[in-house]
């Protein structure tokens, strides 16, 4: 389903070329001052017309429908709404029988019996994070004063992270990335153990966003090369900072009170240049696809703030949780 | 909390050192032949007693206390409870107060304002994958003929596992691991766009597992250092095939007919031999540690059948949905 | 929270004098025809203008902003608004400091430490039941061609509903009255023992209609004075037909495939003519109050077609699973 | 599902002459104190063997399996067990294939194709109600110092409860009641607008208990033949202490600081003595059935504990929430 959160519970909604995208954030508490305007910050930074991103110019001004009263929050639902303007539902007539290779186009046509709205990816489209943004917005107030902070390391395995995008601009081919995100100032006691760890309720909405192939805590892979002598994470005082953070601030599935550290796969953006081999849905055949539209050359470029609301959203949800809160912060 | 799922729901329990552990699995249709005895195979692969795990030897006899009647699943939940039986409590006394680095110790006592049964971990021990492993069983008669495999790949970042291990008992330490799982016969269309995107469900479980540090699904990491004309996986035909399987048999969240294909990082056992420094949750002050008990050296190596219960559980649940079945399958 | 259902699941948000109320329509499965003019026929039941209803005319045309593509249901979430055009704020600026006796306004001002929209009840109004009508058009479609009808049966006691209406416009009072909901067609098999038993789940979503003060099912209240012998429906057939249906449908909270019958009680509007007596919130002090803005006389009169509503979408989430079926009518 | 609660979160399990029936109680914080002796009072209340109820003697012994060490709750799942030991099987062979009228046999059949545990009404029992008791009197621990109590107020229409119970025995017949519940003590703010409110969440529980037809808050059904200024309470001061209390202490689906008031029917045990005209299950042709076994002739006598078991269960959950708390309590 299109919804995440137990108490902080986000909905998205919209889809790429049709009337508009949007987020329904439910569970929000009464008088945090909002408007539009808080927006538009992170918004900012999701968007396209950089360079390595999409020719498409979405404004992305966001329209708070509801649960907003003389500026602050009521406890009622915040519906978001962002005007799908800038669409070119032509372009993607010709994807509509020839599903694009590493898109979702193939799945959707074959899980909703190709009743799903195929222009530019339909609900699948990336253009549905901007509703995540939004609430992370939301969420990043809520657990104020906790920082949040995630950046691009690398791109195509460099961190030359401007010349690999260049290159890959050049070559007229897309290329790949690494996000990092790290979270200050966390209580101990945030997650719990087995299916509510923190580990798990973060990759759950991590991998909900496109295009993310894997992630780590703390040493990650890196772990499974190591002794355990090396690995563990000596504990340095009664706060539990501990000497290095192979953990990643989390053991048992529970904030430890160290920084919180994550990393995210983000693969190359699908939509290449140039003829690509597919299948025509309606004949059965081998068919050949050029795929028109305006495309990203990196989506790595606009995951770290996306990263850094959905961690946000997972920490809301976590903090408005008062009987579990930890025992030595209450 | 202790549950997972939404139609094939299970619910784990006990404690390593209590009087039992165990699962509750609700939304198991009727009529499926169960007995204790078809749960002893996947037990015995997740068994200690090998070269490298822990001499605790516990029989972990599963006895179905409900939801089965005359040899079948009645539709009611079934209760499958493991008794302890070589429990050694005396030897955890002495964690009480000094918190083991890199386990659970630290995070339980403040979370749980010292409440926490500490003993081996309580409910935070690996022990409880017993109740994975026996839910996982079910979880693959309902599936069937889906074939799911696990298997350990890498030890201490080398393939040959058996001397990794060995190196590692020698040394007195203890290493990580790399586990790799695969399932063929998938239809295609299980998943949803966004936050039930099959990645989402398997690292949401597969991060409730104690141990795991990082999933990738197909190329994962690797794929960020790909360009799109290498990574894009070509479509052969109108089942949906590809060339090759960079997106790990998922696109958009949701299967496309190819091997799923994920890939785990376990790190290395916490319970090192030797001196550690940690605190004294009483004095507040530094103190030195020597733990005690019996443990592995590489949890690694129980890993993969618990890996094919948790993706087994997570298919299981997604295939009881009716609705959501992809429309060409039905 | 302000979502309801497992797999066929909607939100309700927006407010009575805000921008928009709504729904948002998730798990509704791909190509069923849906468009605007499918939702009015539903949605005029639901209006006011009649005698006994408010004289705030809104027009309730739904805006379906997603989800539906050439005419069709895409697998998306469906999101609908009304706008709310007839609003008179200054109407309810009287009631930000008096809440107005037997509504929502005293324990929203607590609950929300003042900052709820207040007007004209705001996210508490019967104004957001416009979403489960639209809601419920779209619940009555995926279930057809099961028949759900309510009626009002009774006023203020009486049989004789529109004397009773309108004795009450002359004594500048409101009244109550009862709804009867009837559903044909079921099969043997929805709901689930305990927790989701059918009446648990048709309950839960008829008191999140405001205003409701009981249900009952089949015999009801009767039922407690009632001896075995008399109550017990004797089984006619093995399709499971009764002679009687003193269990209105449901047994061991199972759909037995008689027709499911419920009876719900609806309270006085609130919205009285007259001083009536109340607290400052801001002196703390008594304080008179005379309700302003356009009252209904008799909000049963609106009620049926909301109960059909809600109705159909707990037998759509039910009918979602498809493994959960009753095993004779696979 | 067998599960009910957000955080405050109950699962119930087994059948009635099966191995055992019990109850998995997870999110209860840490620290309460709580042993077997703790449960025994509320459980005696429920029991068998006073005048009126079944012969069947079942100790009612609680085992609690986990979650709790040294005396106190741990934070990890509590599990609750009661094996059963007077069970008498063979009493029930009859109905195996003869499905008794008004209770859940037949659908029982149908919904698990033939594969339910038939003995005594197996996970559809009323036996199961013993965990629900037990989880409530651990709910109302969490909820102290808030006191519910309800209380059997009518049997056979009468207020001679006793009187009627022994006339229904005299008749080799069964007879209906009605009970009563209050809690006092309820803070302003707990509920929520529509899905959530408070008589949603009280009723879904409510109608989980087997034999439970109908269920009205405040004035209930005498609501619907009130007029508006007879119905509303009036309000009387700052902490919203009401005049009247047609309300039952909820407004908007909220708690607004007056007493709780709701009321159940309770259906006459569907257990009666002679003979009814049923359907074989095998032949499918009409067939007559004598009950055996031993059964209640006034199941409404045990249900005031149930009633306030399941109304703790629900405070509980709600006052686990903290963000969630009424912001003039904070």
């Known amino acids: 389903m299109n919804t995440f959160g137990r108490l902080f519970r986000i909905s998205i909604l919209g889809e790429s070329h049709g009337e508009c995208v949007g987020v329904l954030v439910d569970g929000c508490p009464a008088g945090q001052p909002l408007s539009e305007k808080d927006l538009l910050a992170d918004l900012g930074r999701r968007k396209s017309g950089r360079q390595g991103t999409t020719a ?43 599903p694009r290779p590493s898109h979702a186009d193939f799945v959707a046509f074959c899980k909703y019996g190709g009743y799903n709205d195929y222009r530019g990816g339909g609900a699948f489209s990336g253009r549905l994070t901007a509703g995540l943004v939004a609430a992370g917005v939301i969420a990043k107030m809520l657990i104020h004063p906790i920082e949040i902070e995630a950046n691009l390391t690398e791109v195509g395995g460099s961190d030359d992270i401007e010349g690999a995008v260049r290159s890959a601009i050049e070559n007229r081919d897309t290329v790949g990335g690494i996000v990092e995100c790290r979270v200050k100032g966390l209580p101990v006691g945030l997650g719990e153990p087995f299916f509510d760890s923190l580990e798990s309720l973060l990759s759950h909405i991590v991998f909900s966003v496109p295009g993310i192939k894997g992630i780590e805590f703390g040493a990650g892979f890196a772990a499974s ?106």
Chains 1, 2, 3, 4 share one sequence.
């Open 225 to 330: 090369k190591m002794a355990g002598s090396a690995y563990n994470d000596i504990i340095l005082d009664i706060g539990g900072a501990t000497k290095t953070n192979n953990a990643g601030g989390i053991n048992g599935g529970i904030t430890n009170g160290n920084e919180l550290l994550f990393r995210v796969a983000v693969k190359p953006a699908s939509g290449i240049q140039g003829k690509q081999q597919t299948v025509d849905l309606k004949t059965g055949k081998p068919a050949e696809l050029v795929i028109g539209g305006r495309h990203d050359t990196c989506i790595a470029l606009r995951v770290p703030v996306i990263m850094e609301a959905v961690a946000a959203i997972v920490l809301a949800d976590l903090m408005s949780i008062g009987r579990m809160m930890p025992a030595i912060v209450r």
């Open 56 to 98: 498409r110019m979405e404004e992305d001004v966001p329209l708070i429908k509801g649960g907003v009263f003389n500026g602050k929050t009521t406890g009622a639902p915040v519906l978001i709404l962002f005007e799908n303007k800038d669409t070119d539902p032509g372009a993607y007539e010709r994807i509509k029988d020839t």
